[in-house]
């Protein structure tokens, strides 16, 4: 599915007067691959993308775009990007129709080609019945649209969206998100967020910039075994009173091979049951089940807790 | 070139769909037209002067102009800062400074309608007697270059900030102090400024042009003030990759 490296960023650094925005970041995307930039607001992530396109330079450091150095030659390399910057900027007072026009012919398209890939472009995002609209008139979700179609309209061979769901509600989301990874079938991608889900279901590799640096690079399959060696359980037992529910943490901690068990929280219905967080360096829950068995208590609930791509982000982004 | 042609419709379009066109323009045309027929009062009366000549429209034009046109450019580079815009302009595969001159030329396509729309006063004096065509074409081709200057500056000031009212308070400063302060200001430091030093002044390089002389030196001036401002214009674009 990958092949070279479409994009190589290496060693950037930025300083906006003496604050450090981004201090060494380096990572590569190769052809075909939709790559996430995940981090916490101010990460450095909008940053980055901003001297992937041109907009502004690093203070050292390179980017080369498909053996192009972004900063020797920045027309070239514009012309092979397609960028939605954070927050959709757009003309509000265009017409969809004469916008994207526009936009095509500004670079360098004929009308003609431009009118053929409008109506390509506009049926891909779903812009076919608002062609005719004032931007400033539409919904969030479909000035998100008119944002991709601007940033796809020249066929680009890279993507980079900058925050594309945010602001959207629910619905938009889920259509968006569908529309870019049907983009990620003939472009390279790059898209940054803040939200795990979103890149999850999106990305097929994950860069975490967290303080302006790179602190994770790596598929999330990758990353989630980086984080995940220990074995977290989630036990319940069905208690009434608070005097029991004492006396089964103690069971637990006692069973061989438990490491930590926590008490998380208490449930009156469908039956009264009590939460255990439980940490074991092996798989204990044979011996958990045997345990509260022969004590007489009734084991409701015995399941894995999956570190989600939450506790990744946490624990990598927290040590630090 | 295509780029800059591309963008400079656009803005000229944009221009025509707010409102400040159609303000700037009837303010341009009515205070031309009420200063050319009435003057500042006495001699200066059309009707009185019983003289077939346009010299007056030459004489308080650049005045309204210098008034009028930073609010038409005030618009072109601090509204694209403040939306965001500039962000996918600069990615564009264009360079600054075809943006800064595409946006220029599109302020010069509402200079040339403002302008067309005065030449009814010409016409006017045209029919009722005898006046100097040569004047006329002269001191339009100085109109025209001095709005050109005019609009150029207004378009560094408006690279200079996301606020529109401010774009157009330092154009609107900038185009005034050039038309006339230069002169004032000279007479103020130097007792008898040489007259070399005048020379620098709008007003001084503008005078030839309404008596409808064109000379060369008089062009290179205001295309070279012109330049400058595109260049510092471009420069304070390009000013993000090092701030």
Redesign the interface.
Known sequence: MTSAAMIQVRDLVKT?GDKNALSGVSFDARAGEILGLLGPNGAGKSTTM?IL?????ATSGSVTVDGIDASSNP??V??M?G?L?E?T??????VVYDYLL??G????LAKADVIKRMADVARVVGLENVMGQVIGTLSKGYKQRVGLA?AMLHNPKILILDEPTSGLDPNQIIEIRNLIRSLGQNHTLILSSHNLTEVRQICDRVVIIHKGAVVADGTLDELEGRVASRHHLIVGVQTTDAHTQDAVKTLLAETPGAQAVTFSHTSQSPVPTAFFDVEADTDIRSALFERVRTAGLTLLELRRKSLDLEGIFQSLTQSL | MKPIWILARRELAATFDSPIAYIAGAVFLVATGLLFFFGLGGTDDFFAAREATVRPLFEYAPWVLAVILPAVTMRLLAEEKRQGTLELLVTLPVTDLQIVLGKLLGAVGFLVVALAMTLVLPALVLSIGHPDVGAIVGGYIGLLLIGTTFLALGVMASTWTQNQIVAFIVGLMLCVFFWTATDAILRLVLDQPPPELALLSFQSQFADFARGVVDFRNVLYFLSVTTLAVLASTYSLRSRHWQ
């Open positions: 906006y901003k396109t041109t907009y502004l330079s027309l070239a514009r012309a990007l960028y910057p927050s900027p757009l003309y509000a007072d265009m526009w936009c012919e500004m670079r360098g601007q």
